[in-house]
Each structure stands twice: as structure tokens, then as C-alpha cells.
């Protein structure tokens, strides 16, 4: 059973900056393709950063050239350093993992990380990340 573990939330200001961490468990069997989703009040969850194990990555335009998703070797922590906040990137934050491949794959080769994350199996509680102007 895989089990995650968001860390790393917080408030900061307009223009700073946030490390997010996902610490893995049991992450033992599969691909190793893992996803960074948010979800504002009232809003929707959406994509905003994913990675195989290979190390591609795919990225929503919104966070573009500003988060940079990594990890420290297959099947292991998943990190998500954000700088350049932005008010509009308050959320809570989640990590997720698609040990099929088939999910995640889509995600970074084909749209772009334009998903709810739908088909992820495993999800992580979530940390908050407040970006105030």
C-alpha cells in the first residue's frame, strides 16, 4: 500500500518562495510517475506539475518557469519548489501517485498536466499554501 505525506506548506508573501515535500512509503512495485495537484476554495483540484521516472516532467502553463517538480530517486520523496508566488496560487496542495504509469504518462505527454487527477490511486491529506499580495 503506498502512502504519502505532503510537508512543506505555509504563508508567504507575493514573490517568495515555498519547497514542498512528498514523502513516500510502501512505493514499491509499478512505474514511478507521481503528480503535484491543487485545489483552491471553490474551485476545482487541477494539475500543476508531473514526473516519471525517467525525470520528465510536464508543467500547467499557470506555474510555468516558477515551480519545478523533482525527486530524489524512484520511488522515493517528491518535492515541488515554488518561487515567484502569486495570490492566485493559494490552495491546498497534494501529491499523487499513479503506479500503472497509464494516468500520469497521459498527463505529461499529452495534456499538458490539464487533469483533476482522475485515475491517480494514491493521494497524499494535502498541505496549505497561503500567497498574500
Known amino acids: 500500500q503506498v502512502q504519502l505525506a505532503e510537508s512543506g506548506g505555509g504563508e508567504v508573501q507575493a514573490g517568495g518562495s515555498l519547497r514542498l515535500s512528498c514523502a513516500t512509503s510502501g512505493y514499491t512495485h509499478g512505474k514511478y510517475c507521481m503528480g503535484w495537484f491543487r485545489q483552491a476554495p471553490g474551485k476545482e483540484r487541477e494539475g500543476v506539475a508531473a514526473i516519471d521516472e525517467d525525470g520528465t516532467t510536464s508543467y500547467v502553463d499557470s506555474v510555468k518557469g516558477r515551480f519545478t517538480i523533482s525527486h530524489d530517486g524512484p520511488k522515493s520523496t517528491l518535492y515541488l519548489q515554488m518561487t515567484g508566488l502569486k495570490p492566485e496560487d493559494t490552495a491546498t496542495y497534494f501529491c499523487?501517485?499513479?503506479?500503472?504509469?497509464?494516468?500520469?504518462?497521459?498527463?505529461?505527454?499529452?495534456?499538458?498536466?490539464?487533469?483533476?487527477?482522475?485515475?491517480?490511486?494514491?493521494w497524499g491529506q494535502g498541505t496549505q499554501v497561503n500567497v498574500s499580495a
Open positions: 499523487a501517485a499513479d503506479p500503472t504509469g497509464i494516468v500520469c504518462m497521459t498527463a505529461i505527454k499529452l495534456l499538458g498536466v490539464r487533469t483533476s487527477g482522475s485515475g491517480f490511486d494514491y
